[in-house]
């Protein structure tokens, strides 16, 4: 299969629709470095949108927990690019891999080996929705306690397309992928905010 923004949008949104252990096409699977140019750019083409919906809720950019760091840049940028994605992922998407199975091998021209058929197997859309809905509704605390609780699901729809993607990339590729994907997720916004905030 070719790589390109609409082959990868299709296999993701292939994904998204009936989540499995092997979402990658084996091209993908071969050349994640020219995958995931394509993968940032379906993810700030969503979030574009998204940021859209959540502001049509009237809450505030100072409702926010992360407005209140901003006078430490330093930690902000650590926490937000390189420990919570770290976290995050070990916690929400390393779960949600073979660990009650036997690993997919790669076997060249043959294509990959099928994986035993278990548990975890049969009930994967069931643990993947579980974990991808618990990373998105943590999210929610990031708000300040005066934000009204009905409001959630909105304002954590940009996390809960976040962990869709992060969780293709983790079974597609590996943890050490996700974490990689969430870390720059998360440092491009908020680059430009702090070196917005700088300038002013």
């Not at 930690?75 to 992922?89: C, T, W």
């Amino acid at each position: 299969m070719q790589i390109s923004l609409s082959t990868v949008w299709d296999s993701l949104l292939s994904f998204a629709k009936n989540p499995s252990l092997d979402p990658l096409p084996e091209t993908f699977w071969q050349q994640p470095q020219r995958v995931f140019p394509y993968l940032l750019a379906i993810d700030f083409l969503l979030m574009i949108p998204l940021m859209g919906i959540m502001s049509v809720t009237g809450v505030e950019d100072t409702d926010h927990e992360m407005m209140k760091m901003l006078d430490q840049p330093l930690f902000l940028f650590g926490a937000a690019v390189i420990a919570a994605p770290i976290l995050e992922e070990f916690i929400f998407r390393f779960p949600i891999g073979r660990l009650w199975n036997v690993p997919t091998k790669f076997f060249g021209e043959g294509g990959f080996e099928a994986p035993k058929v278990n548990w975890w197997t049969r009930n994967f859309k069931i643990i993947f929705w579980t974990f991808t809905i618990l990373f998105a509704a943590v999210h929610f605390a990031n708000f300040s306690s005066t934000v009204a609780i009905y409001l959630a699901p909105i304002l954590v729809l940009p996390q809960l397309v976040l962990g869709i993607m992060l969780g293709y990339i983790r079974v597609g590729w590996g943890t050490r992928y996700s974490m990689l994907f969430h870390g720059i997720h998360n440092a491009i916004p908020l680059s430009m905010l702090l070196l917005g905030g700088a300038m002013s």
